[in-house]
């Protein structure tokens, strides 16, 4: 069983800051990327930020320059700094590992629970 618990949602107003945090646990071998995905209403959900485990990162071209990922390879973490926030940033952030479970185990990905922002006046 893996586990993963977000947390740092919530309302800001617009050009403000969040930060989401998310930590995995349970039986993990290795996690090879993380990520943080979000779905806004009557949209499907998109990837906002991956970071693998060697700290390459990648990021929608809607959150580049604005949100930054960050990982914590021996605490199993990551977090998502979120900065001038836009009402279109509105949605639910899902948090996102892609890992093995054993030496043998198949890749997997792991999701978290999901955890609401809201960027608003």
């Known amino acids: 069983q893996v586990q993963l618990v977000e947390s740092g949602g919530g309302l800001v107003q617009p050009g403000g800051s969040l930060r989401l945090s998310c930590a995995a646990s349970g039986r993990i071998f290795i996690i090879n990327a993380m990520g943080w995905y979000r779905q806004a209403p009557g949209k499907q959900r998109e990837l906002v930020a991956v970071i693998t485990g060697g700290r390459n990162t990648n990021y929608a071209d809607s959150v580049k320059g604005r949100f930054t990922i960050s990982r914590d390879n021996a605490k199993n973490t990551v977090a998502l700094q979120m900065n001038s926030l836009k009402p279109e940033d509105t949605a639910v952030y899902y948090c996102?590992?892609?890992?093995?479970?054993?030496?043998?185990?198949?890749?997997?990905?792991?999701w978290g629970q999901g955890t609401q922002v809201t960027v608003s006046s």
């Open positions: 996102n590992a892609r890992l093995r479970t054993g030496p043998l185990a198949a890749e997997s990905d792991y």
